[in-house]
């Protein structure tokens, strides 16, 4: 547990198993490997559950955003010690509107196919992602918008 005086509580984060977490079946539709996700873990920070997804097979690195460094500092030391989270650092936003991360693994190299590749993303992902999307205006919305 952290405490931290920006807080009026202290700050705990819990770790889940990874089928709890929200954002685990966009994980689960996008990585080229699922079979990963097994050593991944859930961290809820207040009341949402997120993935952590570990390095293993074609993924390389991974990171979490947060908007408080006191959280980013606590994720970083639940997942400490977990296999599949080597190198872990928090990277600070030196920007008020901005997050911090906690990264692990290698650092990511530049490109969206070659970052997509070294999260582990699968070919189907990376050109969904890569496709370029129609912007919307208030003509060519959907009625029940």
């Known amino acids: 547990m952290l ?16 089928a ?20 991944a873990v859930a961290l809820r920070a207040f009341r949402a ?3 952590a997804v570990p390095v293993g097979g074609p993924r390389h690195g ?13 994720a970083k030391a639940v997942l400490d010690g977990r296999p599949g989270f080597p190198e872990l650092r928090v990277r600070w936003s030196p920007y008020r509107d901005t ?8 650092h990511p190299p530049d490109g969206d196919a ?15 992602y890569l496709t370029p999307r129609t912007p919307m205006t208030p003509s060519s ?5």
């Open 99 to 106: 997050c911090h991360v906690v990264e692990w693994g290698g």
């Open 3 to 18: 405490t931290t005086p920006a807080l009026t509580a202290p700050l705990t984060i819990t770790a889940l198993p990874p």
């Open 62 to 74: 991974g990171y979490m955003s947060f908007d408080l460094c006191t959280v980013a500092q606590a």
């Open 114 to 128: 070659e970052r997509g590749h070294f999260y582990g993303y699968s070919d189907e992902a990376i050109a969904k």
């Open 20 to 39: 709890q977490a929200y954002d685990y079946g966009y994980f689960l539709k996008r990585l080229a490997d699922p079979s990963i996700l097994e050593g």
């Open 141 to 145: 919305a959907p009625a029940d918008l």
């Open 49 to 51: 559950p997120l993935l």
